[in-house]
């Protein structure tokens, strides 16, 4: 049997610890625009596990993957923040449409949620070769952590998804008990990490809910800081009240809120798009947290 000197064997560990990689990843000579709104400049950087480390002149460093992004730009993910891709990434979690593009994070819950489900949601909603095995929002998306994907994803609670789950399509105002059940829903996907409770209040059966059962839903929401989103009632020759509705639900339910599709379709309403940024800015001047 061989024996090494302790002294040997000490060098070698150290030559071995100092050779070892200072970054997991160094991307070097890339144009790097933060997203902060500075000009974009010159330089590298180095990525510890998900983590960025280091932004400069790295050269005297090295990665255990080293890429040269000369000629190219570098920035941070971007996000998705209106995404349908749930059932695309169940399929194929490499999410090929989006992140070949950049996109890192994929943001649903644009009025549907992938929870929570009933059986006859399930039945109804899903192709019979395509039927969730989950139930509520937190078991939709440890299913794709689990099977693997390349994007971060978050979700919203969807308000028609919770609609549905109590009145079904029908064209009315929830009992109070079913109302009950529906806010205890939007607390449940709270409490699981939704990021508040959207709305597409231009489609049915979204539209059939009232002003005051989203203010009811979002005063849930708002104890978690979730925000309210909205693909609002209008577009076109409404648009200046669906805002005056959204407006409303951030008051009234201490929401923060957020215009989903700020445009004013036909020619006719064009004119209301500046009308519609004034009353914004109006009601962030009373305190209001409205984004569009």
């Given amino acids: 049997m061989r024996t090494y000197s302790p002294y040997l064997l000490l060098l070698a560990l150290l030559t071995s610890a100092c050779s070892?990689?200072?970054?997991?990843?160094?991307?070097?000579?890339?144009?790097?625009?933060?997203?902060?709104?500075?000009?974009?400049?010159?330089?590298?950087?180095?990525?510890?596990?998900?983590?960025?480390?280091?932004?400069?002149?790295?050269?005297?460093?090295?990665?255990?993957?080293?890429?040269?992004?000369?000629?190219?730009?570098?920035?941070?993910?971007?996000?998705?923040?209106?995404?349908?891709?749930?059932?695309?990434?169940?399929?194929?979690?490499?999410?090929?449409?989006?992140?070949?593009?950049?996109?890192?994070?994929?943001?649903?819950?644009?009025?549907?949620?992938?929870?929570?489900?009933?059986?006859?949601?399930?039945?109804?909603?899903?192709?019979?070769?395509?039927?969730?095995?989950?139930?509520?929002?937190?078991?939709?998306?440890?299913?794709?952590?689990?099977q693997g994907i390349s994007t971060n994803v978050a979700s919203f609670i969807g308000a028609t998804t919770v609609r549905v789950h109590e009145v079904g399509y029908e064209d009315r105002a929830p009992t109070n008990d079913e109302l009950q059940r529906m806010k205890a829903l939007v607390r449940q996907a709270m409490e699981e990490g939704a990021m508040g409770i959207g709305t597409s209040l231009i489609y049915a059966p979204a539209f059939y809910a009232s002003t005051q059962e989203l203010i009811e839903l979002s005063r849930v929401a708002a104890e978690y800081d979730g925000m309210y989103i909205s693909h609002m009632r209008s577009e076109g020759n409404q648009l200046l009240e669906a805002l005056e509705e959204l407006i409303t639900i951030s008051r009234e339910a201490g929401i923060r809120a957020e215009v989903y599709h700020l445009k004013a379709g036909g020619e006719s309403n064009w004119h209301k798009m500046d009308l519609a940024i004034a009353r914004i800015e109006k009601a962030r001047a009373s305190g209001l947290h409205i984004t569009a």
């Fill in 20 to 146: 070892s990689p200072d970054f997991d990843v160094v991307i070097s000579n890339g144009l790097i625009v933060d997203g902060s709104g500075s000009e974009p400049y010159s330089g590298d950087i180095g990525i510890n596990a998900d983590t960025i480390a280091a932004i400069g002149d790295l050269t005297a460093f090295s990665g255990s993957i080293e890429l040269d992004a000369e000629g190219k730009a570098i920035t941070p993910g971007f996000i998705n923040m209106l995404s349908w891709a749930p059932g695309d990434l169940m399929k194929d979690g490499r999410s090929m449409g989006d992140i070949v593009q950049g996109v890192t994070l994929e943001v649903f819950g644009e009025g549907w949620s992938e929870g929570p489900l009933t059986e006859e949601m399930k039945s109804s909603e899903y192709a019979a070769n395509n039927r969730p095995e989950w139930t509520t929002l937190r078991e939709f998306l440890d299913v794709l952590e689990t």
